[in-house]
């Protein structure tokens, strides 16, 4: 009689959002980087390189990361009012 092995959970990594400060799992954020190009973009498959930062799937915490700096001071750099309503516009269509 074999004994039934449950296999453990795997356990999803947690990130803050810079808009809420709230911990929510990786999965549930979207993720805003700099590219070491210095392009900024929205990586949908949270796996390409460069510094990055976690926003929910709200505008809300979009805003108020803009209007608070966070985004910026995570990116480490300016960003552009045009970048801003480009990333603003493609979070809308990622579901937020």
């Not at 973009?41 to 926003?55: F, N, Q, W």
């Not at 995570?74 to 809308?92: F, M």
């Amino acid at each position: 009689m074999a004994a039934t092995q449950e296999k453990p959970k795997k356990k999803m990594p947690e990130r803050k959002c810079v808009g809420c400060n709230e911990r929510k799992p990786k999965n549930e954020l979207v993720r805003v980087l700099r590219t070491p190009e210095g392009e900024i973009a929205v990586d949908r498959t949270g796996k390409k390189s460069g510094r990055g930062a976690y926003l929910c799937h709200d505008a809300a915490c979009f805003a108020k990361a803009i209007r608070a700096r966070r985004l910026q001071g995570a990116l480490e750099c300016e960003i552009p009012d045009n970048i801003i309503a480009a990333i603003e516009k493609e979070l809308t269509v990622c579901g937020g």
